[in-house]
Nanobody, 122 residues
């Protein structure tokens, strides 16, 4: 069955870095757009970064220049490198996937991981 499993979350000081990874168990992984979303207490889940089947990337304004999403199709993984972390980055981070035909524009995922917590202290 479809499964997305995140790893790499944890606690870090402001200015530090973390790298999140997502292992995907999905047939035809290379035909899915992948993304990272996050949700902090009391806030709506928001899009952090996405990457298409053509390796085109998009980022939330709040993380541009600090975060980088990448995918490794041979390993069925997607990663999120997070640099210069700030307290406002504290949230549960979710890996997500959407079939290529429906991930143009602001897509909402059809598959979600269980989430991994990122906590940034000042």
């Amino acid at each position: 069955q479809v499964q997305l499993v995140e790893s790499g979350g944890g606690s870090v000081q402001s200015g530090g870095s973390l790298r999140l990874s997502c292992a995907a168990s999905i047939a035809s992984f290379s035909r899915y757009c992948m993304g990272w979303f996050r949700q902090a207490p009391g806030k709506e889940r928001e899009r952090v970064a996405t990457i298409t089947t053509a390796d085109s990337t998009a980022y939330a304004d709040s993380v541009k220049g600090r975060f980088a999403i990448s995918r490794e199709n041979g390993a069925n993984t997607v990663s999120l490198q997070m640099n210069n972390l700030k307290p406002e980055d504290t949230a549960m981070y979710y890996c997500a996937a959407q079939w290529w035909a429906f991930c143009s524009g602001s897509w909402w995922p059809q598959y979600w991981g269980q989430g991994t917590q990122v906590t940034v202290s000042s």
